[in-house]
C-alpha cells in the first residue's frame, strides 16, 4: 500500500507556484518548502526556488507541479495543505498543517 503524500497543494497554491516557476531566471526544478527555526513560537515556513533536487528531499508532485520538501522539514509537514491567498493586507502562501499546536499572534510562527 502506498503511503499519502506528504502534502497536498490547492488549485490557488498549484497556479501560483506554476507562475513563480515560468517568472525564475534560471532554470528550476520546482519550489523547495521547509521550516526555520524562528519566530516568538519557534518554527516559519520558507519557500525558496528549486534549482535541483537534494537527497532525502520529499518530492511532492501534484496538479502539475513538483515541491521538494526540506528532509529537515518532512516530520513537521506530514498532512499539510499548501494553499495560496492574495486580499487586500496579505498576499502569500499559508500551511494549513494538521501537525500545529499553536501559531503566535502575528501568525508568522508556529510550534509543534
Same mark, same amino acid.
Given at each position: 500500500m502506498q503511503?499519502?503524500?506528504? $502534502?497536498?497543494?490547492?488549485d490557488?497554491a498549484a497556479?501560483r ?5 515560468g517568472?525564475s531566471e534560471?532554470?528550476?526544478v520546482?519550489?523547495?518548502v @521547509? ?6 513560537s @519557534? $518554527? ?6 528549486a534549482?535541483k533536487?537534494?537527497?532525502f ?7 502539475g507541479?513538483?515541491i521538494l520538501i526540506d528532509?529537515?522539514a518532512? /516530520?513537521?509537514l506530514?498532512?499539510?495543505? /499548501?494553499?495560496?491567498?492574495e486580499?487586500k493586507?496579505?498576499t502569500?502562501?499559508v500551511f ?5 499546536? @499553536?501559531r503566535? @499572534?502575528?501568525g508568522?510562527?508556529f510550534?509543534?
Amino acid at each position: 500500500m502506498q503511503r499519502p503524500q506528504a $502534502m497536498t497543494l490547492t488549485d490557488a497554491a498549484a497556479a501560483r507556484v506554476k507562475a513563480l516557476i515560468g517568472q525564475s531566471e534560471t532554470p528550476v526544478v520546482g519550489l523547495r518548502v @521547509g521550516v526555520k527555526a524562528r519566530g516568538c513560537s @519557534g $518554527m516559519s515556513y520558507f519557500v525558496e526556488y528549486a534549482e535541483k533536487e537534494l537527497p532525502f528531499e520529499e518530492v511532492v508532485e501534484d496538479k502539475g507541479v513538483r515541491i521538494l520538501i526540506d528532509p529537515a522539514a518532512t /516530520m513537521f509537514l506530514i498532512g499539510s495543505e /499548501m494553499d495560496y491567498r492574495e486580499d487586500k493586507l496579505e498576499t502569500g502562501f499559508v500551511f494549513n498543517n494538521p501537525n500545529e499546536k @499553536g501559531r503566535c @499572534g502575528c501568525g508568522e510562527s508556529f510550534h509543534v
